[in-house]
């Protein structure tokens, strides 16, 4: 899965989401060389949590252009406006990430 669409100033509408029925999230994570550790994303809706997705390949450091990822929000339930938060955390719970965007009536 490529991106098609990237939000435009972190906006999008929620007539846009409604048809796509899901949203992606693309993230670069850059690691120190010989780092190899699972991750995962923790999508939020407006502060409250509404998914954690498990990535299946585990960071790997020392790549110059850092390791690219993405997961889906797929359990779309209105009302779909709002901010939506998806934090990039090590199993452990460390905070490595964060990607920020709204969507709009």
Do not use: C, N
Not at 36 to 52: E, F, L, M, T
């Amino acid at each position: 899965m490529q991106p098609v669409e990237p939000a435009e100033d972190g906006r999008l509408s929620a007539a846009t989401v409604l048809e796509w029925g899901e949203v992606a999230a693309y993230t670069a994570v850059y690691a120190p060389a010989g780092v190899r550790q699972a991750i995962g994303h923790v999508w939020w809706h407006d502060r409250q949590q509404v998914a954690y997705v498990a990535l299946p390949t585990p960071v790997q450091g020392g790549r110059m252009q850092g390791f690219r990822t993405y997961s889906r929000y797929t359990e779309l339930k209105p009302p779909i406006p709002g901010h939506y938060r998806v934090d990039v955390i090590t199993a452990s719970g460390q905070l490595i990430g964060r990607l920020r965007f709204t969507v709009t009536p």
